[in-house]
């Protein structure tokens, strides 16, 4: 058969594709072919001429590769590549003439590539993975943005089958799933199979009901062979479309299409994506570091979007001037941007120290990097030392990396096939957001990593006075029209215990002291209200005041609506609008709750829901897409078992931290589980965290610990090679102090600033496409994605702090300097 002499030529093959694009191609091939009879010479020419087609696919290696991925561009088109595969599309461009199939192919076999590497980590996986799943303490790995879309259904299908793997070579099997472009069948172990193998095979549980008219059977491409128990094997197959036979597809096609009810649809693709999705709506909400995109404006790189949430919102606040302008601008001036960008690593990290002087009611921002203090020593001393004893002193973790406009756009995982719908919902960000995000090249991350022990070892240093004039230079002055900075708030669910609904009713306000005011309600819903006010108002929030709704007492006669108690939440720049909560500061029945409960149940047809429309619609999406390719954090999940919590979840993104790589060393990570138990104190997670977490609430602001870490990367037990000790952030760090040094002597010591968030209910809205078409073939399965994602109740940030804390320990620096050195050179090896 064709394909089993294609195999049997791929040496052949392969020095014949040496020499594509050699101008004396014709020649070679005659002379290496020359004792090869006509017809195979043919197949041969063939497949000389399929992978000498040129083509335009893009390449993407992003989480499909370990080396770090870059843009790449080549003819006005964008790859992302790592260096190893640019160094092959390079040289494969240059053998060739041309991007043509062959170079593509070229680039995807790479030897970092993961899925080359799992054909050689078969064998060692099947034999763990029984023993990871028993073990509780691991932790479901979630890759994110690792999702894609799939071309069209696969329907589990199981027939039998018989198929070619060498000339002569028959064996026997049966589908496990198929689709008109490709399959998953199951072998016996010990037939050979490797990826790239080309097979041929004929479904002769449908030839029995059916004449197909490919009597040769149906040519496929391995891609990936999966061992399983019992003796067997999967393997996933790719069609090479080489029959040519549209009456096959047609068959084919229908065959799937009218089954489909019958039988079931493979679901995986989809149903990891849920997951995955469903992890990364719970983080962005709750992460901890703000998030700046950097554009290129005429040359010139500046900030131009910060997006913001719950969490981070204060760290923009910090960097407004009176005018609430934001000076990022002059903080990430073009020196310091491009001194950032020249640091070594994919992802440019540094720490930037700041405070602000007031005078003449305007406000003034200092900053410096820690690179910029390197190099002026006195300097430094005289910025920390003064700086440290202001109330302003703040210190950030800043990490800039390249963003592309091109992520804004994540399709549904859904196959294309699935629904008429699809490319509908499947939405382009909008000709008004590509606006805001074409000239995006950088996303810059600005983590709060102050600390009151660090505040306190810096306010220890001494200082000359009299030279405080000399940080003039980190000094800016204010710019009369300066570049706005455009802040977006994260676009996410609406987290309110009640819906609110629009509606407008008079309201009087009695206020202790002052003449009863006027005004009316914008909503309300059944524990607040939302009202405009006919005068500017003196009331702060937290004031308790007292209302009657005279329009609303004319509907009712169960209910007095008159002296209704609620609290002040919140209150506009204006002072007009103020959001009100029923106040729980009273014996008396909530007479208010009572009435709006039973309003809203008997009008809910009427009523008209309250929604929260951003200003730039898709906008918010957008940003967050991007955010989603280019994670560079430790962010993990703690799932709710029983009694207490466990961690359930670690994500992880296109910037794998230096702890992650560690913790992924003890080879767990190749099942898609970590374990990141050992990396703190015995009972940490189940008792201090489970009892501290059930005492906020989703509003309350983020429990924070330091972590310290004694590594041992000599030590292959895991548990044996971790040692952790956490304490709440600002307790005192003395009793820990030989913990430390011990760690900085004979180890490696890491040091994380730990932030733990509360979170609220999934957000099922963003994932209600996924979830809607697994319902549709498989409720139960839908079922228990939703009940998973419900069990995670706390969303955690793991943020390495080291290299500033080391600066503020009283060790001898040698010794830091050794240590420094032993970690760098360990986290060398581990990406070799």
């Known amino acids: 058969m064709a394909e089993d002499k294609l195999q049997k030529y791929q040496p052949l093959i392969k020095e014949l594709k040496s020499q594509l694009g050699n101008p004396d191609f014709d020649k070679l091939f005659e002379q290496m072919t020359k004792d090869i009879s006509k017809p195979d010479r043919f197949l041969l020419k063939m497949e000389m001429s399929r992978l000498s087609q040129p083509i335009a696919r893009f390449i993407d290696l992003r989480g499909q590769v370990a080396g ?22 390079e040289r494969e461009i240059a053998r060739h003439g041309g991007y043509t199939l062959a170079v593509y192919e070229e680039v995807m076999q790479t030897e970092n590539n993961f899925r080359v590497m799992q054909k050689k980590a078969q064998d060692t996986e099947s034999l763990v993975q029984d023993v990871v799943e028993k073990q509780p303490e691991h932790a479901k790995l979630v890759r994110f943005a690792s999702y894609e879309s799939r071309i069209e259904e696969r329907m589990n299908y199981s027939i039998k089958i018989s198929i070619e793997l060498n000339k002569g070579h028959q ?37 029995q009901e059916f004449e ?23 393997v996933r197959l790719k069609r090479t479309f080489i029959e040519n036979s549209n009456a096959f597809d047609e068959f084919l096609n229908s065959f799937i299409h009218g089954n489909k009810r019958r039988y079931k649809v493979n679901l995986d693709n989809t149903m990891d994506a849920i997951t995955c999705k469903g992890y990364e709506q719970y983080y962005q909400p709750r992460v901890n570091s703000l998030f700046v995109f950097i554009s290129q404006k005429d040359k010139h790189l500046l ?3 910060a997006l913001t949430n719950e969490n981070n919102a204060f760290i923009n606040y910090y960097f407004e001037d009176e005018r609430k302008v934001s000076c990022l601008y002059q903080i990430f001036s073009q020196p310091r941007l491009a001194a950032l960008l020249a640091l070594s690593n994919a992802v440019k990290e540094s720490t930037l120290y700041s405070f602000t002087h007031i005078k003449d009611g305007k406000i003034y921002h200092y900053s410096a990097f820690d690179f910029e203090l390197a190099k002026q020593p006195d300097l430094r001393n005289l910025f920390v030392a003064y700086g440290a004893q202001k109330s302003s002193w703040r210190t950030y973790k800043v990490q800039l990396m390249p963003s592309h406009h091109e992520d804004a756009f994540i399709p549904l995982s859904l196959p294309a096939n699935a629904s008429k719908n699809i490319e509908k919902l499947n939405k382009r960000p909008t000709p008004r957001v590509q606006s805001h995000i074409q000239d995006v090249k950088y996303l810059l991350l600005i983590t709060d990593i102050s600390s009151q022990y660090q505040q306190e070892a810096y306010q220890k240093v001494s200082f000359d ?20 900075l455009n802040v977006i708030s994260l676009d996410y669910i609406n987290l309110r215990a009640h819906k609110r609904y629009l509606y407008k009713t008079s309201v009087v306000l009695h ?55 609620y609290e002040v939440v919140a209150i506009s720049k204006a002072k007009t609008i103020i959001n009100l909560k029923v106040s729980k500061l009273t014996d008396l029945p909530q007479v208010a709750s009572e009435f709006f409960k039973l309003l809203i149940n008997s009008n809910k047809d009427k009523l008209q829901p309250c929604q929260e429309a951003p200003r730039i619609p898709g906008l918010s999406t957008a940003l967050r897409n991007m955010i989603t390719k280019s994670v560079c954090q430790f962010p993990f999940y703690l799932h709710k078992e029983t009694s207490h919590f466990k961690i359930g979840a670690i994500g992880i993104g296109l910037y794998p931290t230096p702890i992650h790589r560690v913790l992924m060393h003890y080879h767990t990570a190749k099942q898609g589980q970590l374990n990141m138990k050992p990396l703190f104190p015995s009972g940490f997670i189940e008792n201090h965290l489970t009892e501290a977490l059930r005492k906020h609430s989703r509003k309350s602001k983020p429990l924070k610990y330091t972590l310290f870490v004694a590594f041992d990367s000599q030590e292959k037990d895991i548990n044996k090679a971790f040692k952790g000790q956490c304490i709440e952030q600002d307790q005192p760090q003395e009793p820990l102090f030989l913990f430390q040094k011990k760690a900085i002597t004979k180890n490696i010591l890491f040091v994380f600033h730990l932030h733990v968030s509360k979170t609220g209910r999934p957000d099922t809205d963003y994932l209600a496409n996924e979830l809607r078409y697994v319902s549709h073939y498989a409720l139960h399965k839908a079922k228990e994605l939703e009940e998973g994602l419900w069990k995670v109740t706390g969303v955690c940030d793991l943020i390495d702090v080291s290299d500033e804390h080391l600066r503020t320990l009283e060790i001898d620096s040698k010794l830091i300097t050794a240590m420094r050195l032993r970690k760098q050179t360990y986290l060398k090896t581990l990406l070799n």
């Open 465 to 484: 006075k009299s030279l405080v004039n000399q940080l003039k230079v980190f000094g800016r002055g204010k710019a009369l029209n300066p570049p706005k």
């Open 511 to 565: 206020i202790d002291g002052a003449e009863p005011c006027q005004g009316h309600t914008l909503d309300f819903s059944e524990m607040g209200l939302q009202v405009e006010l006919a005068q500017p108002t003196t009331l702060t929030k937290g004031a308790i005041i007292h209302l009657d709704l005279p329009d609303l007492q004319k509907i009712t006669k169960q209910h007095s609506l008159s002296n209704l108690r």
């Open 212 to 234: 197909l008219g490919l009597k040769e059977g149906i040519q496929y491409e391995v891609i990936a062979v999966e061992p399983i128990s019992s003796g067997f094997q999967h």
């Open 68 to 89: 770090d991925v870059k843009p790449y561009e080549y003819e006005g088109k964008q790859h992302f590549m790592d260096d190893l595969a640019i160094e092959v599309f």
């Open 171 to 207: 064996a026997t099997g049966t589908t496990s799933d198929i689709s008109l472009s490709g399959a998953k069948i199951k072998l016996a172990a010990k037939e050979r199979v490797s990826p790239g193998q080309l097979v041929s095979v004929r479904l002769t549980g449908l030839e």
């Open 303 to 305: 900030p131009t979007i």
